[in-house]
């Protein structure tokens, strides 16, 4: 059965920290990963990452691939309050038309 | 501007009545879905239609029956409301299913049967 775990289940920073949030996947046939961000109503999006685009950067958010091991993870350096959310990370299997998605990561920065 | 809407936001219901929800994309998007978000904040497939067309149906009681009048809604109707289908209902939209694509969610509509 196909199955995301994201880890840690929660966090909580201070500002300025870097935080390093995991998704590992078991899936048939891999075609792309997706970050999302979910504060209090829709998910976010924050990266896709497939075969083709195993790194993705955007401000203090980044995010990598890796297809041998299984896995993705999120970093955030120098953390703000505004950050604080759940992350969301989803995987598609090829011809599936569908994401499975994780319990999630929720992380609390506190001022 | 809104780019995925859904009404209404917020809905209070008593177990054995039957209630819809709409959902609405500007996008342009060929795909729509319907997700299930418990009180854990887990996401889960129920439905996808792809140009009015059902593509996706998870393992979900038949009470829930989609319906998408043209590729720019997609509706939800539930009938005899349970306990167990009190949640937060996203719509989500992408651009097609060839991809793969991101895809976009509406703002949620929260379901509470009493």
């Known amino acids: 059965e196909d199955k995301v775990v994201q880890s840690p289940l929660s966090l909580v920073v201070h500002e300025g920290d870097t935080v390093t949030l995991n998704c590992s996947y078991e899936?048939?046939?891999?075609?792309?990963l997706l970050w999302y961000k979910q504060e209090k109503k829709a998910p976010t999006f924050l990266f896709m990452l497939?075969?083709?685009?195993i790194e993705k950067k955007s401000g203090r958010l980044s995010s990598i691939l890796d297809k041998k091991e299984l896995f993705s993870i999120l970093n955030i350096t120098a953390t703000q309050t505004g950050d604080s959310a759940v992350y969301l990370c989803?995987?598609?299997?090829?011809?599936?038309?569908?994401?499975?998605f994780g319990t999630g990561t929720r992380l609390k920065v506190l001022a | 501007d809104t780019a995925v809407s859904q009404t209404p936001k917020y809905l209070v219901t008593q177990m054995g009545n039957d209630k819809s929800i709409k959902c609405e994309q500007n996008?342009?998007?060929?795909?729509m879905y319907w997700y299930k978000q418990d009180s854990k904040k887990f996401l889960k497939i129920m439905f996808s239609?792809?140009?009015?067309?059902?593509?996706i149906n998870e393992t979900v009681p038949n009470r829930f029956s989609p319906k998408s009048p043209d590729k720019a809604h997609l509706n939800l109707h539930i009938n005899s409301l349970e306990l167990g289908d009190s949640a937060v209902y996203f719509c989500a939209s992408s651009q097609g299913v060839s991809g793969p694509y991101e895809q976009y969610f509406g703002p949620g509509t929260r379901l509470t049967v009493t």
């Open positions: 996008l342009g998007h060929d795909t």
């Open positions: 239609y792809n140009n009015k067309e059902l593509i």
């Open positions: 497939t075969s083709s685009g």
């Open positions: 899936v048939t046939n891999f075609r792309s």
């Open positions: 989803a995987v598609e299997p090829s011809g599936t038309y569908k994401y499975i």
